[in-house]
């Protein structure tokens, strides 16, 4: 996956919280997210690429780079596939 791909959710997705957990749904898809997933859902943003999404998590987590690096690049592409982000490149950030 390319570091510079942006991962943004998707503005269909409805995002609801049961008792604290957190909850998407697009179309006929449903996830429940967990802490970590929470974390990278909510840090989604148009001047956050993977790169900059997985240094957030390394320091959150304090985890080793290469396997967070794998899990997240693992997170959003199942997202993606799923309907609930999409990505941009660089070049189609949003203008402020």
């Known amino acids: ?13 409805r995002v609801r919280n049961y008792g604290g957990r957190i909850i998407l749904s697009v179309g006929e898809n449903t996830v429940e997210l967990s802490e970590s997933a929470e974390m990278m859902w909510r840090s989604l943003a ?3 690429d993977v790169r900059k999404l997985v240094e957030l998590v390394v ?3 304090d985890a080793p780079v290469d396997e967070v690096s794998s899990d997240v690049r693992e ?3 199942e997202m993606a596939a799923s ?3 999409e990505l941009r ?3 189609d950030r949003p203008t402020p």
Do not use: Q
């Open 59 to 61: 320091d959150a987590y």
């Open 75 to 77: 997170w959003i592409a």
């Open 46 to 48: 148009p001047d956050r």
């Open 1 to 13: 996956m390319d570091d510079t791909l942006i991962p943004l959710p998707r503005p269909i997705v």
């Open 89 to 91: 490149a660089a070049t």
């Open 83 to 85: 309907g609930f982000i």
